[in-house]
């Protein structure tokens, strides 16, 4: 098995987290005077220098400042070969979300890990000591930002020695802050919702009416409620994480953590008072389950439900937008309507003034031509007539106006002969489209 860890191992997902150098680490200590379930467990988080680092939980990534608190790439390796969890550790940076259980290294020594990238990255080791009747955790754990200190407020809580001493403890937090954080998810997709149904009015709540019209902001709206969408899935995806967990420690939640027991308590009637009342001491009982369980059923319910109204919110988005863009192609219709009778109107003007230019052009180049000195109007005689001399320069006119004329109505055809080629050109280069 420890040839595939290391194969997976290979490809870690959290390598932004190796750095050469870091002075201090934030650490945790949990610790219990005695195993009774009322007893409480004492829980303390400091930053202590790299050098000092032992037996204690390891938090690796930013703190709440946004300081850089993680051990360095060397303390990390050699904490990990202290506490030889090497392979569950760079199996837990491959996994993109699950929880495992890994085979360790010594009788008593067992290796576990959760993951949920890019939020969570955990692997814990859990000895017994038979001989101490004492049992020992190891924990590194990669979280920051909103993780990390729900991590840290969930630790803050008051828990008991028997449920900090078990293994599957650092599983319940990671279920823990999973949980939590799909409810915080679901608190701002509601919020969202119940803004754009008061936007959009598409909705039956009595107690919340419509600010104003959406017009104007549903591509906005609808944007935010494809994001609630697509948080809904990743939501999805965590409450599965979270029921694979909760069955994880269901069923690695039968072995029993080893108490330690002071000498005068082993006697034969203490033993038989633990025997006929087993379930006292117990840190994962079948209720402590059923309730996880429970939980995760009622966030289903309720991620369904949120779900479905996102949907709602998004099929009224759509079909709003489909009736502004219908009315603003009516307006458009109208417009280009109004615009082709405007163009009727200028058509039928042009042909009027063309019908007047075409009255008056025969005319007006008639009397052009006459008042030009190509004609001898002093050689016609007085006794009238209608004939007219002309001068020489009426053959110069003709002999410039009949190959001017010409030249350009050349010019005018080589243009439209070159055009023509070139709309030829762009056609033959054009990729044909394939039909499937």
């Known amino acids: 098995m420890h040839d595939l860890y290391r194969h997976y191992g290979n490809r870690s997902l959290w390598d932004k987290y190796d750095v050469p150098k870091c002075p201090v680490v934030e650490v945790t200590e949990i610790w219990a005077e005695d195993d009774g379930e009322l007893s409480p467990a004492v ?29 360095s790439t060397k303390t990390l390796d050699r904490l990990t070969e202290a506490w030889r969890m090497g392979d569950a550790l760079d199996y837990a940076r491959c996994c993109f979300a699950g929880v495992s259980a890994l085979e360790g290294q010594g009788e008593n020594r067992r290796l576990f890990t959760a993951a949920y990238h890019p939020k969570l990255a955990a692997a814990w080791s859990h000895s017994e000591a038979l001989s101490e009747s004492t049992t020992q955790t190891h924990a590194i754990i990669f979280a920051e930002g ?130 006929l009342a087993p379930s006292v001491g117990q840190p994962f009982s079948a209720s402590h389950l059923d309730l996880l369980r429970h939980r995760v059923r009622m966030q289903a319910v309720d991620t369904a439900y949120v779900q479905q109204r996102v949907q709602i919110q998004i099929a009224a988005l759509f079909h709003l937008i489909a009736q502004q863009d219908n009315a603003i192609a009516f307006d458009t219709a109208k417009a280009t309507r109004s615009i082709a009778a405007s163009s009727l109107q200028d ?75 070139k709309e030829r050109g762009k056609s033959h280069n054009a990729i044909p489209l394939e039909v499937v």
């Open 347 to 421: 058509s039928s003007s042009m042909k009027m003034l063309a019908l007047v230019a075409m009255f008056f052009l025969p005319g007006s180049f008639v009397a052009a031509l006459f008042s030009t000195p190509l004609f001898a109007w002093d050689e016609v005689p007085e006794s009238g007539g209608m004939g007219v001399g002309t001068r020489p320069q009426f053959a110069l006119f003709w002999a410039v106006t009949a190959p001017l004329t010409a030249f350009i109505f050349g010019l005018y055809g080589l243009w439209m002969c070159v055009q023509g080629r």
């Open 146 to 275: 909103e993780e990390r200190m729900e991590l840290r407020r969930i630790l803050d809580s008051k828990w008991s020695a028997t449920s900090v001493m078990h293994p599957m403890f650092p599983a319940l937090l990671c279920s823990l802050m999973l949980a939590h954080g799909l409810d915080s998810t679901l608190d701002d997709i509601k919020a969202a919702v119940r803004e754009v149904e008061a936007r959009t009015g598409h909705h039956r709540f009595a107690s919340r009416h419509q600010t104003q019209p959406a017009a104007g902001e549903l591509g906005h709206l609808s944007a935010q409620m494809s994001g609630c969408a697509a948080k809904l899935a990743n939501g999805t995806r965590k409450m599965q994480v979270v029921e694979a967990i909760n069955d994880f420690i269901s069923q690695h939640a039968s072995r029993k953590p080893v108490k330690h027991r002071k000498q005068d308590r082993t006697h034969a009637a203490d033993r038989r008072r633990e025997s």
């Open 43 to 71: 829980v303390e988080t400091k930053t202590i220098p790299s050098t000092d680092v032992d037996t204690r939980i390891l938090w690796v990534g930013q703190d709440r400042e946004g300081l850089r608190v993680s051990p």
